[in-house]
């Protein structure tokens, strides 16, 4: 417990909060068979999914993301509770390229770049695009997943182009 000082004398505050982390084993399963995690992560992938670790939040804001301290996976629970599977399953592999990118040894959040820009968001975004291709989403349906409410227009012009997409006002 941390005291405040004479100003604030009857608040104290406890700043090392415990973080409950569960596998991920125990709620996502066979996504070490899925080929491009397996390319991601080679022969280790199963090890890595066993060791994998993933932590629920209850906010609406926000979907996924994986910590930059321990490499860890971040999911709203209403997220994960109100998505469509699909989207579900496309936004853990783009996590999961995230994954990798930490245990790489890079950084995670580039402050120089806005979001769409940033060259790990991009390699994540590759990664997600060439797999929402593979289950058979249209340029359309992945346009769709793509657009996130803190993201602008022309933001999303820049991201739909990078990825090769085609975007329904340009054809
Ligand atoms: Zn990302």
Same mark, same amino acid.
């Given at each position: 417990m941390v005291s405040l000082g004479?100003?604030?004398?009857?608040v104290q505050i406890n700043r090392e909060a415990k973080v409950h982390l569960y596998p991920f084993a125990d709620y996502f =399963?066979? !996504? /070490?068979?899925?080929p491009i995690i397996r390319k991601l992560f080679g022969e280790k992938t199963d090890q890595i999914l066993r060791n994998l670790k993933v932590e629920f939040y209850s906010a609406k804001f926000g979907y996924m993301a994986v910590s930059d301290e321990d490499g860890h996976l971040l999911i709203s629970a209403y997220h994960l509770r109100t998505a469509d599977s699909a989207i579900i399953y496309l936004d853990v592999v783009h996590e999961l390229h995230h994954v990798k990118q930490f245990m790489d040894g890079?950084?995670?959040?580039? =402050?120089? !770049? /806005?979001y769409v820009d940033s060259p790990i968001e991009i390699e994540a975004y590759l990664g997600t695009v060439e797999e929402a291709r593979r289950i058979g989403f249209s340029d359309r349906q992945i346009i769709e997943y793509l657009k996130?409410?803190?993201?602008?227009d022309e933001q999303m012009e820049r991201l739909v182009e990078r990825m090769g997409l085609k975007s329904p006002s340009t054809s």
């Open positions: 004479p100003a604030v004398p009857d =399963n066979g !996504f /070490e068979k899925v890079k950084e995670l959040f580039l =402050n120089d !770049f /806005e996130i409410e803190w993201i602008t």
